[in-house]
């Protein structure tokens, strides 16, 4: 279940309790899902009951726990629990997980495409030559619009967009195409770039190499997962209960969510990030969840399971790294 899902779960059930006379409000046309701040407070949570309270004459707190029993009847959904005044903190059952890895397994590079932004037309011409940061944003937020299903056409300027240009620094000379672009597109707009030779080391303080080698580690298991015997593609439930798996499919499954928001706000920054947290989710995942047999272990189901995961963190890992004109190679 993606967060657009979710999204429309929880509109769907509010339009039940409407029609059930629990609440009379006016249903809204969209409703926030968000993954929480801190772990502990479900995968996701919204604050619909907030935004109902006051039509409903009732409490955000009465609000949530009608919403709250209906809610836990739904596929997918495991648990919903109330925090604060009135937040509904929401955790997916381990088949909904299982859905999020078949879904970006099938889609491939078409995962994280949607049509948020139907119907919308842009128009985008990049900055003079002298701006090289504002001609490549406008380059790159063309692609996400489209991503996320707008209409782009050029012959105007995009609304909204602009970019500080990077500080000179000599050091920046000879970084290559890849990490040039990452030094110009990982800071937020207003936020000056400064690149140097730190973004070619090959080591963990190099947020950008620690996402190209998490998709490249997604790669070798797989090669050392048929080489050993694994059956990555047998049909199976799989049980994704430790927390780094749920960590990692949570930010898989906001992907979507990620490429539209980015499209929408004309900020690449929020993908980039977006790929180290899940980068740096993916080698959490791999020291805390095995994926692969040792010694004399026989494969087993929770080990194809784990695989699977891993296939799709590295599908979308080299999505987002593509959105942005980032390669992805398979070994590093």
Not at 34 to 50: E, F, I, K, L
Not at 189 to 206: F, M, S
Not at 264 to 280: I, N, S, V, Y
Request: glycine share 8%.
């Amino acid at each position: 279940m993606t967060p657009a899902e979710l999204s429309w779960t929880v509109l769907s059930t509010v339009r039940r309790a409407v029609a059930a006379d629990e609440l009379r409000v006016a249903v809204p046309e969209k409703v926030v899902v968000q993954r929480p701040p801190r772990p502990g407070c479900g995968d996701y949570a919204t604050n619909v009951a907030m935004q109902l309270a006051g039509q409903a004459g009732r409490t955000a707190r009465e609000v949530a726990e009608i919403l709250a029993v209906r809610l836990a009847k739904e596929p997918g959904i495991a648990q919903v629990e109330i925090a604060g005044t009135g937040f509904l903190n929401i955790t997916l059952s381990a088949r909904a997980y299982a859905d999020v890895v078949r879904q970006v397994r099938e889609q491939g590079a078409d995962y994280g495409r949607g049509d948020g932004l139907a119907g919308e037309t842009v128009t985008v011409v990049p900055e003079p030559p002298h701006a090289p940061r504002a001609a490549l944003v406008a380059e790159v937020v063309n692609g996400l619009l489209r991503a996320a299903g707008a209409e782009t056409a050029a012959g105007g300027r995009l609304e909204g967009l602009s970019a500080a240009e990077p500080a000179q620094d000599p050091g920046a000379r000879g970084l290559g195409p890849d990490a040039t672009r990452w030094s110009l597109l990982r800071p937020p707009a207003e936020d000056t770039p400064r690149p140097g030779p730190a973004l070619l080391d090959q080591r963990e303080a190099n947020p950008l190499f620690r996402v190209r080698y998490a998709n490249a580690r997604t790669r070798a298991l797989l090669r050392n997962a048929h080489d050993l015997g694994v059956r990555v593609e047998a049909a199976a439930r799989d049980p994704y209960r430790h927390p780094a798996e749920t960590e990692l499919l949570g930010l898989i499954a906001d992907f979507p969510r990620v490429v539209e928001t980015a499209a929408r706000r004309r900020a690449p920054d929020r993908l980039a990030r977006h790929l180290e947290r899940l980068g740096d989710a993916f080698l959490r995942f791999q020291d805390e969840c095995p994926a692969l047999p040792k010694g004399d272990e026989k494969p087993s189901a929770v080990h194809a399971a784990r695989v699977r995961l891993a296939d799709a963190t590295g599908i979308v890992l080299a999505d987002g790294l593509h959105l942005l004109g980032i390669s992805a190679p398979d070994h590093l």
